[in-house]
Every structure is written in structure tokens, then in C-alpha cells.
């Protein structure tokens, strides 16, 4: 899976190559996030690993942004978890991810694609994307506090002082 995408954009290249994915990296961006604080190391690299994964990298190699793609490749498409580290941010790096990540061979022909953002509306327009024609019929379970519960479970049990 993946390795399919490799493109040029400007001094970066955005790559689906999972071999590239800086687990680590992706971990300190999101743990800060605000739709993913706190989250633990071990569920990001979960999440890599069972997601296709299209990333930007700086001329130096290191990762710079993500995009996270939850499909069944072949009725629909979860975009998540998409970001790019300010100091490379208002080049255009996730609006290359993004088309990256529509023009991705895997997923054409989908059906259905769905994304939660707070403040990339514009982005995402850019792309097709709009506000849900029949919101009534769309459903959510959402766990908001589930990684500082989770963190706060394993701090206490390495700290039971």
C-alpha cells in the first residue's frame, strides 16, 4: 500500500510512501492539535499504519505536513488529520497534499468523501467539498476528552505517589 505518489512541489515533495511517514514527528504535531490533544504515541503510529498516507517533506527530508486517509478504496474516503507545521504554512503545501490526495489512484471512483474541520472550509471548497445537503441524517459519536482520559489513566499509574 502506497508508494504510488511521488510529486515535486516546489522545494517539497508530497509522497505516499508509508516507508517516509515520521511517526514521531506526526505524534508531536497532533498530540498539540486541537482535535487530537493528548493523543498517544502508540495510537498515532495505529493510525499511520492502517490509514493511506499522503505526507509533505521539506527539502532536507524532514516531514513537514500530513494528510491521513481512512478508505475502504472503494465506496468511501475519511480525510483526516490534515496539517502542515507553521513555519511552512501559506506556501500551498496542503493544498498540493490535498490534490494529491484526490487525483490518488486508489481513490477514484469513490462514492462518498467526508472531512471535520474547524477553519479550513476555503481549502477543502477547493476541492469539492461542502457543507452536508441533509445534515439530519448524518449521526456522530464523538469522545472528545478520550486522550487526556487515557493520559491521565497511564500518569497515574506510573505515578501513584
Known amino acids: 500500500m502506497g508508494g504510488e505518489v511521488s510529486v515535486q512541489f516546489g522545494e517539497y515533495v508530497i509522497s505516499d510512501d ?14 498539540t492539535a486541537y482535535w487530537s490533544k493528548g493523543i498517544p504515541l502508540e495510537t498515532v503510529s495505529r493510525a499511520l499504519r492502517a490509514s493511506l498516507c499522503i505526507g509533505a517533506y521539506a527539502g532536507d527530508g524532514a516531514q513537514v505536513g500530513l494528510c491521513r486517509l481512512v478508505s475502504d478504496f472503494t465506496i468511501c474516503c ?5 496539517y502542515v507545521l507553521e513555519a511552512h504554512r501559506g506556501r500551498g503545501v496542503s493544498k498540493a ?5 484526490m487525483a490518488h489512484p486508489r481513490l477514484q471512483g469513490l462514492r462518498r468523501w467526508l472531512l471535520v474541520t474547524r477553519d479550513a472550509h476555503g481549502l477543502y471548497r477547493q476541492f469539492g467539498f461542502q457543507a452536508l445537503a441533509h445534515p439530519e441524517r448524518h449521526m456522530e459519536r464523538v469522545e472528545a476528552e478520550i486522550y487526556l482520559r487515557a ?3 497511564v500518569e497515574a499509574h506510573e505515578n501513584p505517589g
Open 151 to 153: 493520559a491521565q489513566r
Open 78 to 82: 475519511y480525510v483526516s488529520d490534515v
Open 97 to 101: 497534499m490535498m490534490a494529491a490526495a
Open 18 to 31: 508509508p516507508q517516509r511517514i515520521d511517526v514521531r514527528a506526526v505524534h508531536a504535531f497532533l498530540r
